[in-house]
């Protein structure tokens, strides 16, 4: 049974900083694309940043560039997200998502992920 579970989660004012980890089990972690999607109030889900399954490639969305960092630790079966100079606008229900495959692909659909975490939520207070 495969289980994504986010933590480190919680209330900061903006321009702070939060770490969020998704420890993964049940799968063989070196094998997935790992991902981060948010989903605000009354928003579609949306992607925010993916990493390899070696780690070696990464890619943003604009929004969060220079300010988020994707990492993993496949020893720990973990994938991170620090979050640093947060707004407002990054307030939202944080998802760590999981995807098999021999070669790295792009992927911002929600639909071609195959497991999820429950989401973690972050809220920054202006």
């Known amino acids: 049974q495969v289980q994504l579970v986010e933590s480190g989660g919680g209330l900061v004012q903006a321009g702070g900083s939060l770490r969020l980890s998704c420890a993964a089990s049940g799968l063989t972690f070196s094998r997935y694309t790992m991902s981060w999607f948010r989903q605000a109030p009354g928003k579609e889900r949306e992607f925010v940043t993916t990493?390899?399954?070696?780690?070696?490639?990464?890619s943003y969305v604009d929004s969060v560039k220079g300010r988020f960092t994707i990492s993993r630790d496949n020893a720990k079966n973990t994938v991170y997200l620090q979050m640093n100079s947060l707004k407002p606008e990054d307030t939202a229900v944080y998802y760590c998502?999981?995807?098999?495959?021999?070669?790295?692909?792009?992927?911002?659909?929600?639909?071609?992920?195959?497991?999820w975490g429950q989401g973690t939520q972050v809220t920054i207070s202006s």
């Open positions: 990493i390899s399954w070696r780690g070696d490639i990464t």
């Open positions: 998502a999981a995807v098999s495959g021999s070669t790295f692909g792009l992927r911002k659909k929600p639909s071609e992920y195959e497991y």
